[in-house]
């Protein structure tokens, strides 16, 4: 509920501000509470930064560390889906409550090396306690049948430094040599969209890669 609340237009401008972040953890931790409260609970992990402050929330009266499993960025989030604008008041007071949420758990995972670099040097933590868990796994012993080069490769996220969607950019230069057909479609929008085009333009993919900026879930 609270997730869809916060990707509407008609309510997450309301949800964009500090405090009302801190009061909705609250109360969801107080919940939480009522439902945990009898059980033996060693540690608890939240996903993503409300919920991980929820965790923190009741970590704290429930006396076990909490983990806060980061995947994107709250606020960069928000100006994706253009509710708040890079740089605004709302952005700030959200990077705040992000900052409250890093410094107040006992451990940060996150997918990948470049979002631990990002998180340190943007909000000014320890690498110690952030550990890489990454979205893949890796195959071992199993021998699959080779299958025809796709043509279309389609990245669907955030733009922003932590994904490293320029190496997939730069990388089309060398697919291309390998097959004319292949294009990459990129679909999301983000503070680094406008680097990408002049990417693009740069090395001459303009026929290899497009930009469809935001698209609908469904």
């Known amino acids: 509920l609270v997730r869809k609340a916060y990707k509407s237009s008609l309510s997450a401008r309301y949800l964009d501000r500090r405090r009302m972040l801190e009061t909705l953890a609250k109360r969801l931790a107080d919940y939480m509470y009522t439902k945990v409260k009898n059980c033996d609970v060693d540690v608890l992990q939240g996903e993503k930064e409300i919920c991980s402050m929820v965790a ?11 983990v806060s499993d980061i995947h994107g960025l709250l606020a960069e989030e928000a100006v994706q889906y253009g509710f708040i604008e890079s740089g605004s008041r709302e952005y700030l007071e959200i990077r705040n409550f992000v900052s409250d949420v890093l410094h107040n758990s006992d451990a940060i995972v996150v997918v990948s090396e470049y979002l631990k670099e990002y998180l340190t040097n943007s909000f000014d ?3 110690r306690n952030i550990f ?16 025809p080069m796709p043509c279309n490769v389609v990245y669907a ?24 057909k292949a294009r990459l479609l990129i679909a999301g929008t983000g503070s680094l969209r406008n680097e990408l085009v002049r990417l693009v333009r740069r090395l001459k993919l303009n026929e290899r890669v497009s930009f469809f900026g935001a698209v609908p879930y469904e």
């Open 132 to 147: 890489v868990v990454s979205n893949a796994g890796v195959f071992k012993g199993i021998i699959r049948p080779s299958k």
């Open 157 to 180: 996220g955030i733009l922003e430094p932590w994904e490293r969607v320029e190496l997939a950019v730069e990388s089309m230069f060398y697919v291309a040599k390998a097959n004319e």
């Open 125 to 127: 933590i320890s690498d």
């Open 56 to 66: 923190i929330y009741l970590g704290k009266r429930l006396g076990v560390p909490v």
